[in-house]
């Protein structure tokens, strides 16, 4: 059994920042990849961001240069810092990891937090 939780979302004047975290818990014995999408209302949830175990990130292009993924992986957390905010950023914030839950099989699955919300208005 595990859960991703997010936290750190909120209402944000364009060109601010938020920093969102997502903490695993359960029974967690790895995580490998880990990331973040986001879902604005009527339209389909994208991703944004993803970081490997080795620290490698990658973004869509709408977010690069403003949004940094991060992870704290003794904490089993990844963060986004979000920079230089826009109100396209307006959209439910989800994060996602890939969890081993056996101490025999190296087999990760995928599991989601359920959402926070970040909005970004004048």
């Known amino acids: 059994q595990v859960q991703l939780v997010e936290s750190g979302g909120g209402l944000v004047q364009p060109g601010g920042s938020l920093r969102l975290s997502c903490a695993a818990s359960?029974?967690?014995?790895?995580?490998?990849?880990m990331g973040w999408y986001r879902q604005a209302p009527g339209k389909e949830r994208e991703l944004v961001a993803t970081?490997?175990?080795?620290?490698?990130?990658n973004y869509i292009d709408s977010v690069k240069g403003r949004f940094t993924i991060s992870r704290d992986s003794a904490k089993n957390t990844v963060y986004l810092q979000m920079n230089s905010l826009k109100p396209e950023d307006t959209a439910v914030y989800y994060c996602?990891?890939?969890?081993?839950?056996?101490?025999?099989?190296?087999?990760?699955?995928?599991?989601w937090g359920q959402g926070t919300q970040v909005t970004v208005s004048s």
């Open positions: 996602n990891a890939a969890v081993r839950t056996s101490a025999i099989v190296l087999y990760f699955k995928t599991y």
């Open positions: 359960g029974r967690i014995l790895g995580i490998n990849d």
């Open positions: 970081i490997t175990s080795g620290g490698i990130t």
